[in-house]
Structures are given as C-alpha cells and as structure tokens.
C-alpha cells in the first residue's frame, strides 16, 4: 500500500496538489480544522467552510467542530458553497497511476463542496488508493452510480495562446488528507 501511496502523492503533487497523509482519523480531522483556521474560516461574509456527509465524521458531533471552527456548515446548500472559502468532501477511490481522485458524486451537496468553493479538501482512505482506471472501473456499479466525479489536481484551464490559468472553473487549490487507519463506507 505505501508504494500505491507514493505513486498517487508524486502524481497529485505533479498537478499542483497538496498531499498530506495521517495515520488515523483523530489526527486528519485535527490537521483539517487547524488548516481551516489558518485559512481564516469564520462566521464573517465569503469566509465560510462547506462539509459535505460522509462516513469520515461518524461519530464526530457537528456541533463541537462548530465551536472549534465556527463558520463551518454540514447544512450544504447552492447558496453557502457558493460563497464559502473551503469545501470539504469525502472520496471513494484515489488512482495512483495518475493522482485523480473518484467520487461517487450522485449527492448534490458532494458536487457543490468539491466544486464552487476556491478550496477543496478532500478526505480519502489509504486502502482506497487503486493502481489505476481499470481497478476503480472493476469497481463501479453502473445501476448503483450515474455520476461519477475525477478530479485531477486544482481547476485548470488555458487559452488558445496556452496561457495556464488555475481555478476559472472550479476550486484553485486542492488539499487531499489520505489516513491510513480508515475503512470508510461508501453508498
């Protein structure tokens, strides 16, 4: 599993991703709330944090990440992804061959956090890092899944004079936590 590892943290990093892994799900979530201060999360206008559900906060109370952080939301809307700084959402699959996270991305409330805020957080277990496409394709239930999100590094685009700009159609940064000791549950 480390050399899967290695292999997707040197593709992310490639694509301008941020990489960081932890052993377990105490010391992720302590990391993520510490960068979302250092983010400048709050209360105050555009300065808000999206979480959308996922197996990661089982057994975390909502409330308690809101005193410690407040400004984060689990209540996602259009309206509050839109105008908060950070998005944070679980994956079901990284693939190492090429440093692209997989989301099985039927909820709406997953798109919107991984997709207007600038900053995209995204939680994935180590176990879930597969070789490649074929592994996550072997994987997928097509009557069970009918949108399926790959999300390869920061938004990028450029124009015709191949001028790179990052983050015109999605979030400019992406901060992905892998933790080692987290066998997540997917729908």
């Known amino acids: 599993m480390s050399t899967q590892f290695e292999a997707f943290k040197t593709r992310a990093e490639a694509v301008s991703a941020e990489v ?37 906060l089982d057994g975390t109370e909502s409330r308690d990440l809101k005193a410690k952080v407040p400004g984060i939301t689990f209540d996602v809307t259009r309206k509050d992804s839109a105008a908060a700084r950070v998005g944070i959402s679980q994956m079901d699959w ?6 692209t996270l ?50 390869t590094g920061p938004s990028r685009t450029a124009d015709i004079e191949r001028v790179l700009t990052i983050g015109v159609h999605g979030p400019e940064r992406l901060i992905i936590v892998v933790v080692d000791d987290f066998e997540q549950v997917t729908a």
């Open 20 to 56: 960081h892994r932890f052993t377990g799900k105490a010391e992720a979530l302590a990391f993520v709330l510490e960068f979302l201060k250092e983010t400048g999360v709050s209360d105050a206008p555009q300065c808000g944090a999206v979480w959308a559900a996922g197996s990661f």
């Open 94 to 99: 990284a693939i190492a061959g090429t440093g």
């Open 102 to 151: 997989v989301q099985d991305a039927v909820v709406v409330e997953k798109r919107l956090v991984s997709t207007l805020p600038p900053i995209h957080v995204a939680v994935v277990g180590t176990s879930r890092i597969l070789a490649d496409m074929g592994a996550v394709l072997e994987r997928l239930r097509p009557e069970q899944i009918n949108y399926v999100s790959f999300i």
